[in-house]
């Protein structure tokens, strides 16, 4: 095997592993973002850092490979959702009321503990 193709091969495994790793994180994200939905009266600190953290490595993943774009994550969108409702269903111990998460719910909506409006 030349260089040429065991570079070709390298970068091939690394791109896989990013999709795997956004996916995860995408997931990981619905389900806090579900659970923030289903269970006001749980909401934590942890939870907000989570999706905020999230959140961050999603954006450093698209940083380093610009193909894990808006169209990739649609593209993944629907089964990282069934995934979260499931895994969100299995730690609330109860069906998840939430059918689908937008966009905008998922990557730019504030989710804090903090009430603004005391400051």
Not at 50 to 70: G, V, W
Request: proline share 3%.
């Amino acid at each position: 095997m030349e260089a040429g193709e065991i570079l070709e091969d390298l970068i091939e495994a690394m791109g896989r592993s990013e999709k795997r790793a956004v996916k995860s994180q995408l997931t990981r994200l619905m389900k806090h973002i579900i659970k923030w939905q289903c269970q006001p009266e749980k909401r934590s600190t942890s939870w907000v850092i989570t999706i905020r953290s999230t959140r961050r490595e999603i954006a450093d993943s698209q940083e380093e490979m610009p193909s894990l774009n808006r169209d990739f994550i649609l593209s993944i969108w629907q089964q990282c959702f069934h995934e979260a409702r499931l895994d969100a269903r299995d730690e609330m111990r109860k069906n998840p009321t939430t059918v689908s998460l937008e966009w905008d719910e998922v990557f730019t909506q504030e989710y804090s503990l903090l009430n603004f409006d005391e400051e």
